[in-house]
């Protein structure tokens, strides 16, 4: 019964000396929130971004309506105006989708810049919490033994 109270004892001991670290979950949430933090920012940048150009090519869509609605002398001027309204606009949709493109290449480049340097974080963080982890158990581990 002796070995057994020891054995019992023994467990107790070690478990009682089991390392419950949090500061590897907060560090883990704190990378985790940082990561959140700058995709949002990308995010809210594009956003911003792909706001101001279709807000300006509305505004010069509309500047072009203008002109193009205006009174004219001859009539053939309104065949006129209709025909350079109609290659301003594709030039102003070329143009425009070539800004959306590269807001959207910016956002897929910040982002996996940000999703490569979050798992090179979050690995270092483990491989620190884990090791930690390991160092205190093994302490533990010798301290319960040594009783």
């Known amino acids: 019964m002796a070995k057994t109270d020891d054995f019992t ?3 107790k001991d ?3 000396n089991f390392p419950l670290d ?3 979950m907060q560090e883990s949430f704190k990378t985790q929130a940082s990561f959140t933090e700058k995709l949002s920012k990308v995010a809210i940048e594009a ?6 150009l ?9 500047a072009k309506v203008s002109d193009m ?3 004219k002398e001859e009539p053939a001027d309104y065949t006129k105006a209709l025909t350079e309204f109609a290659s301003v606009q594709a030039e102003m949709a070329a143009e425009n989708m070539a800004a959306f493109a590269e807001v959207a290449k910016k956002v897929q480049m910040e982002t ?13 963080d483990m491989t620190a919490a884990a090791k930690k982890a390991t160092d205190e158990m093994t302490k533990a581990a010798k301290k319960a033994t040594a009783k």
Do not use: H, P
């Not at 956003?47 to 101001?52: I, L, R």
């Not at 279709?54 to 509309?62: C, E, I, N, R």
């Not at 996996?112 to 270092?124: F, P, Q, R, S, T």
């Open 112 to 124: 996996i810049e940000l999703v490569l340097a979050a798992g090179k974080d979050m690995g270092e």
């Open 14 to 16: 070690m478990m009682g």
């Open 54 to 62: 279709s807000s300006k090519w509305t505004k010069d869509m509309l």
């Open 22 to 24: 949090m500061s590897a």
């Open 9 to 11: 004892k023994m467990m």
């Open 69 to 71: 609605t205006a009174v």
């Open 47 to 52: 956003a911003e971004k792909s706001t101001e």
